[in-house]
């Protein structure tokens, strides 16, 4: 059986919740590892995030789905595959390895993408500048979020059927009428899906640079850690954060007029062309739709 669900972004668009629901249905098997990467370019992933290399491997990557009797669907969630210009060729590969694949490219307003892209990057440390020059300076922030150009490969190869959009911030206020939608969609039955609401990988709301030892070891990554940081109270997150991370940075200290002017523009322009794409505007992009109506023309 192939692979023949691939959720292909974007980053920071609700993908995690999107794997976590639809893998609830019986008739779908969603992969162990949520990103195998496994259609990326090798050198390119190499790069960016070698940790995925593994799954390179055609019979490590098929390893992480549990076929049962009544499968219908092998599904996979690779941000990567949307990455462009950074990551590029997956859609060609895809195509290639199944031209009938269903494709969930999630999206959501572009400028909060642009704030929950750095704060997740930040955490990670691979990001140590301020907010506003690191985006002005790095376009990975607004290549990503653009959504017509990172659709066009695919659009390009597979019939528009087989592509279905979906808007993030429908998803998480109304997760169950969202799935039930992506399943009927899928010839499915919601019914049988046993989810209820989304499991979304929520970037915390302090973010900091790490200090000394904690920066070179890889604690942040047991489960003892993530446990503690899911349950441990406001005041104690805070006190934690103060000894043990640096620069800290909470989610509210961020808005979208943080991000220049130049970059506003070009995320505007960016989402001009997406909703010519689709057919009108997202009425939940308050922040993009602003700048829009700010930079129109």
């Not at 006190?239 to 200290?253: A, E, I, M, P, Q």
Request: glycine residues 6%; contains cysteine; charged residues 25%.
């Amino acid at each position: 059986m192939l692979v023949n669900l691939f959720i292909i972004g974007a980053m920071k668009s609700g993908t995690h919740a999107a794997h976590a629901v639809l893998g609830s249905h019986p008739a779908i098997a969603a992969s162990r590892e949520k990103e195998p990467c496994h259609f990326a370019d090798k050198a390119e992933l190499a790069r960016i995030w070698p940790k995925m290399l593994p799954y390179q491997d055609m019979d490590a990557y098929m390893a992480l789905f549990d076929v049962r009797a009544g499968t219908r669907y092998l599904c996979e969630a690779s941000t990567h595959y949307s990455m462009l210009p950074d990551a590029t060729g997956a859609a060609g590969r895809i195509h290639a390895y199944n031209p009938d694949a269903r494709l969930v490219y999630m999206v959501r307003d572009p400028l909060r993408r642009i704030i929950s892209q750095f704060f997740q990057e930040r955490r990670t440390a691979s990001l140590r500048g301020p907010f506003t020059a690191t985006v002005s300076e790095d376009r990975r922030f607004v290549h990503y979020g653009d959504y017509a150009m990172q659709l066009a490969p695919y659009l390009d190869l597979f019939p528009r059927e087989n592509i279905r959009i979906v808007v993030a911030e429908r998803f998480q206020a109304d997760t169950v009428s969202e799935a039930a939608r992506i399943f009927h969609w899928l010839g499915l039955d919601p019914a049988e899906a046993r989810a209820e609401a989304g499991e979304y990988h929520v970037t915390p709301a302090i973010v900091g640079l790490p200090r000394g030892m904690l920066a070179r070891t890889r604690v942040r990554d047991t489960a003892l850690w993530k446990l503690g940081r899911k349950y441990a109270p406001g005041p104690l997150e805070r006190l934690v954060k103060g000894l043990l991370y640096t620069d800290n940075l909470k989610s509210s200290d961020i808005t979208a007029a943080d991000i220049d002017e130049a970059t506003r523009a070009q995320v505007a322009a960016n989402a001009r062309a997406f909703y010519d794409l689709t057919g009108g505007p997202v009425p939940e992009w308050r922040d993009t739709n602003e700048a829009i109506a700010r930079y129109a023309g």
